[in-house]
């Protein structure tokens, strides 16, 4: 359970946050086994997802803005984080467990991160069923499902009704397909719905898998809509991080996912001649995009009763996860 928390936390965070992606380890390990399937493997690499809290230490080759000290930087950083965090879970023995109960309601639980939940294998009509009645497993299930759909052309689960593809199979769709907009939209809607009900998860969710189908846009998509698209993946990024202004070390962690999110959105265009004027006029649209979210994230919460800055963690936990909020600083 220390790893857990040391790791994810939760998705991250995590998200992920536990969001590694839920199913990708149990994804990842099929892929290892069907070497024919390098271009989707890559993709889920790197997914850096919230749902797992995850502490997100990059894997992704270097350009311009991101040097390869920056790396180093990270790599020397990590040993210190977790002889931080192994401090703390001495000092409070316990409370790693407890502060799992949290996130596990608020992100992905265990069963989740490992791709074995019954949500992840039940029938496709019986999972949107469950998700129309607003059962909130069900409905961040869905729209992680529907995102990866839309990003990669490949189910992220093996739901019993499906048939289950060759890897040859699995490789020829990813290598071919495009980002589907019109799913993207749905699963958005999907994951918004579900963090205003109380698994947050689905904000950073949202924002770690769409920012990597910036790659997978055809060619002949409007130059606004890029900026658009952008735009709004880090408008969702920042809300992720928003909604936890209560809670120290939940804004902590997901301060990786920002930068992580923000890589990923700009990693394809950052070859471009105009690219500084590119990447300050999407930053322009993102502070309107994000207000506008906010302000639908709020409407959204007060007509379920709900903060618009919950405070997740209390009581006992409070301490402990002060102590670890100095933890994760060194991270950031």
Known sequence: ??????LLVSLLVIGSIIYWMQGSET???????????????????????????????E?????????????????????????CADKVDQKYPGMDIELYKVTSELYADGEMAAGISPYQTMPTASLKSLAEADDVDALFVLGIETVWLATTGLM?????????????????????????????????????????????GGLGEYASL???????????TDEQKVQELI???????????????EDG???????????????????????????????ANVQERADYEFEELFSRWKERREYYGLPTHPKFITDDLVEYSEAMEACHKLLN
């Open 27 to 57: 994804e990842q390990s099929r892929k290892n086994e069907e070497t024919s399937q390098e271009p989707e493997q890559e993709i889920t690499q790197e997914v850096a997802s919230t749902s797992d809290l995850t502490v997100s230490v």
């Open 249 to 279: 070390i939940m804004q902590e962690i997901m301060k990786s996912q920002l930068k992580s999110v923000q890589r990923k959105a700009f990693e394809p265009f950052v070859e471009r001649d105009d690219f500084k004027t590119f990447k």
């Open 59 to 83: 894997k992704g080759t270097a350009k311009k803005e991101e040097p390869v000290a920056e790396k180093s930087q990270v790599a020397n950083i990590y040993p210190a984080f977790r002889d």
């Open 156 to 200: 992220i689960n093996q739901h019993s009704d499906l048939p289950k593809l060759s890897g040859e199979e699995r490789s020829e769709i990813a290598k071919s397909h495009k980002l589907d907009l019109e799913l993207l939209e749905q699963g958005e809607e999907y994951l918004f719905r579900v963090a205003t009900l109380g698994k947050v």
């Open 1 to 6: 359970m220390k790893k857990i928390l040391i």
């Open 231 to 245: 735009a709004k993946i880090l408008a969702y990024s920042e809300l992720a991080h928003e909604v936890h202004r």
């Open 210 to 220: 769409a920012s990597l189908g910036m790659k997978r846009l055809s060619e002949d």
